[in-house]
């Protein structure tokens, strides 16, 4: 992940300071990430834009992806495209790369939801599915033109939009009601390639306060809310990977081999004993 962020706005009323995006790399992994320096304390309804550019020699074979993250936590290098597992908080996944077992029924690349309250393992041996809010493909890489994703929570709706044919238009890729999200989280984003390679620039970020003057739940606190969402995607049946035989063909062979001489060594006993129980009976009758 290359980035070199601008404009994140102010978090007013509660640090008064400006927000700047700083970034972790580890140069020891393909991981990257960059996220808020402090937590946006007081922010409650808000929309993130993020000019981005995925990119890479690859035509058939990329990934993974990245993800935009509204988290607990700081960044902590993890499995989930560079940053932790069972985390908590709000995950729009950017995803490139196909890894699904068993049926999903999208095209890849697919953007995806997901809100975690700690509890759930993000599969992606799955892409993520059975843990989604709700999900579109989005063919947004390898463009000559600008890409541009918009993520808004405004009164527990979660919207999620892509500017991406060129268009200087957002189209809706999934909206969610019923999110519930605690203020003081950290904005940041990661981007991991596993075998196959790709590029995930972060061109800027700009993050609006949405004024929401008639909310009735402006005065609310939810600094200590746990995440969670009362809708998901109805979950597709979990298909488990099929196991690998643990019997080699030449073991079948054998196996089999040996059923057919115990199966013929049977009915040889079996004629001879009845030839001789009919030479005992006929020895009977004379
Ligand atoms: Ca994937």
């Not at 189209?171 to 390639?193: I, N």
């Amino acid at each position: 992940m290359v980035a070199s962020p601008k404009g994140l706005g102010p978090d007013k009323d509660c640090t008064g300071k400006g927000q700047q995006l700083i970034q972790n790399t580890d140069p020891s992994s393909r991981q990257r990430g960059i996220q808020t320096r402090e937590r946006l304390r007081c922010v409650r309804n808000w929309e993130l834009q993020v000019h981005f550019k995925v990119h890479g020699k690859g035509k058939e074979l990329y990934g993974d992806g990245f993800v935009i993250w509204y988290a607990k936590d700081r960044m902590v290098a993890g499995a989930v495209f560079g940053n932790m597992d069972y985390f908590q908080g709000l995950a729009v996944i950017l995803d490139t790369y196909s890894n699904h077992n068993g049926p999903h029924n999208h095209q890849h690349p697919y953007i995806s939801a997901m809100i975690n309250n700690g509890s759930l393992h993000y599969d992606h041996d799955r892409d993520g599915t059975h843990t989604q809010l709700a999900g579109c493909e989005a063919k947004f890489r390898n463009l000559d033109h600008d890409t541009h994703i918009a993520i808004r929570y405004e009164r527990d709706t979660l919207t999620v939009s892509t500017d991406i044919e060129n268009k200087a238009a957002w189209k809706e890729c999934l909206s969610v009601q019923g999110v519930r999200l605690p203020t003081g989280y950290y904005f940041g984003m990661t981007a991991a390639t596993g075998d196959l390679s790709d590029i995930h620039d972060i061109m800027s970020v700009r993050l609006y306060e949405l004024d929401l003057p008639d909310d009735p739940k402006e005065e609310e606190d939810r600094s200590q809310i746990s995440p969670s969402a009362a809708f998901f995607e109805s979950p597709r049946d979990h298909v488990e990977d099929p196991k690998p035989s643990s019997l080699s063909g030449i073991k079948i062979f054998l196996l089999m081999l040996v059923g057919t001489l115990a199966v013929i060594a049977c009915v040889v006993i079996g004629i001879m004993f009845y030839q001789k129980h009919q030479e005992n009976s006929r020895k009977r009758f004379y």
